[in-house]
């Protein structure tokens, strides 16, 4: 099985920076796209970034600008550096690993990270 590890959420003012890592654990030989969705009190989950192994990404049109997302194929980690931060950007971030190949030529569809909060003030 394959475990999402996220780190990096905290406290900041508006305007202020934050960084999100995500660590793949097991035994991985692909993962086609990594990426981050966000869920605020109230709303549903949205996708913020994605990158595919190739090297396209996709950006939500609200971080488009302010956020840079970047993968490790080797290490099977993504990050999120946000900056220019909004309190409109609190939420939970999640981790998401789609088209997951694991040793044995076994594909799984997706794997989600437990969360990290992102808590902007004003």
């Known amino acids: 099985q394959v475990q999402l590890v996220e780190s990096g959420g905290g406290l900041v003012q508006a305007g202020g920076s934050l960084r999100l890592s995500c660590a793949a654990s097991g035994i991985i030989l692909k993962i086609n796209a990594m990426g981050w969705y966000r869920q605020a009190p109230g709303k549903q989950r949205e996708l913020v970034a994605v990158?595919?192994?190739?090297?396209?990404?996709n950006y939500a049109d609200s971080v488009k600008g302010r956020f840079t997302i970047s993968r490790d194929n080797v290490k099977n980690t993504v990050t999120l550096q946000m900056n220019s931060l909004k309190p409109e950007d609190t939420a939970v971030y999640y981790c998401?690993?789609?088209?997951?190949?694991?040793?044995?030529?076994?594909?799984?569809?997706?794997?989600w990270g437990q969360g990290t909060q992102v808590t902007i003030s004003s």
């Open positions: 990158t595919t192994s190739g090297g396209n990404t």
């Open positions: 998401n690993a789609k088209g997951v190949l694991r040793v044995g030529f076994v594909w799984d569809d997706e794997y």
